[in-house]
């Protein structure tokens, strides 16, 4: 079975400087896909960034960035320039990739706090 | 407008009463599944279907029951609630074999005193 671990349960920042979030996880399969998702107050799920494991390149979308290490199993979450609106609750989450019923693994989540 | 919609938003309930949860999309995917969500824990899966009349077990599936007569629906069944399902659930769905793209419904709050 797949597991997704985020060692920081809370983190904080200033407003405009960069902050990053870690992420393990752990699978014997090479095919799959890893997610960032944002939950805010409202508590809607949104993805924030997706890699896909065989793209070697970083995913990058505007202010975020991960740094993808396939053979560590790492997945951290780089947000630059942070704004007030990136306070949220920040999952992890894993996929195999392929088959129709691969579900979501999520790790249990960090918050992060964007001080003013 | 593709989107997945839950109702109610915000229960709060008492111990035994059954109550259904529903979950509806509109993009015509095959795969849909629940999710709970506790502090602490992140989300976790609770059942899913891979299409009408076709169902499974997640990781967290007991106390609840599930059912797809037809493709659009979902919906979740708490047959006889208790505190412990005091939780946020989040139905999402997705194309089948597209692990890439999933959406989520708004999520539903529920309280079982």
């Known amino acids: 079975a797949q597991t997704v671990t985020q060692s920081q349960p809370e983190m904080s920042v200033q407003e405009a400087e960069t902050v990053t979030l870690s992420c393990t996880y752990d699978?014997?399969?090479?095919?799959?896909?890893l997610f960032w998702y944002k939950q805010p107050p409202s508590r809607q799920m949104i993805l924030v960034i997706r890699?896909?494991?065989?793209?070697?390149q970083n995913a990058t979308e505007n202010r975020f960035s991960v740094n993808f290490q396939k053979a560590a199993k790492s997945f951290s979450l780089k947000i630059s320039d942070s704004q007030l609106g990136d306070t949220a609750m920040y999952f992890c989450?894993?996929?195999?990739?392929?088959?129709?019923?691969?579900?979501?693994?999520f790790g249990k989540g960090t918050l992060l706090t964007v001080n003013p | 407008e593709a989107q997945v919609t839950q109702n109610p938003r915000y229960l709060i309930t008492v111990t035994g009463k059954k109550l259904t949860v529903t979950c509806s999309q509109n993009?015509?995917?095959?795969?849909m599944s629940w999710y709970r969500q506790d502090p602490g824990l992140g989300l976790r899966q609770i059942y899913y279907?891979?299409?009408?009349?076709?169902?499974d077990k997640g990781d967290v599936p007991e106390g609840y029951k599930v059912s797809r007569k037809e493709k659009r629906n979902f919906p979740l069944i708490l047959e006889s609630p208790s505190p412990n399902q005091t939780s946020l659930y989040f139905c999402?769905?997705?194309?089948?074999?597209?692990?890439?793209?999933?959406?989520f419904g708004p999520g539903t709050r529920l309280l079982v005193l």
């Open positions: 999402a769905s997705r194309l089948a074999g597209h692990q890439e793209t999933q959406y």
């Open positions: 699978t014997s399969e090479s095919n799959y896909y």
């Open positions: 890699q896909e494991a065989y793209k070697q």
């Open positions: 989450a894993f996929s195999l990739s392929g088959g129709s019923n691969y579900k979501l693994t």
């Open positions: 993009m015509n995917h095959e795969y």
């Open positions: 279907s891979m299409n009408v009349e076709v169902t």
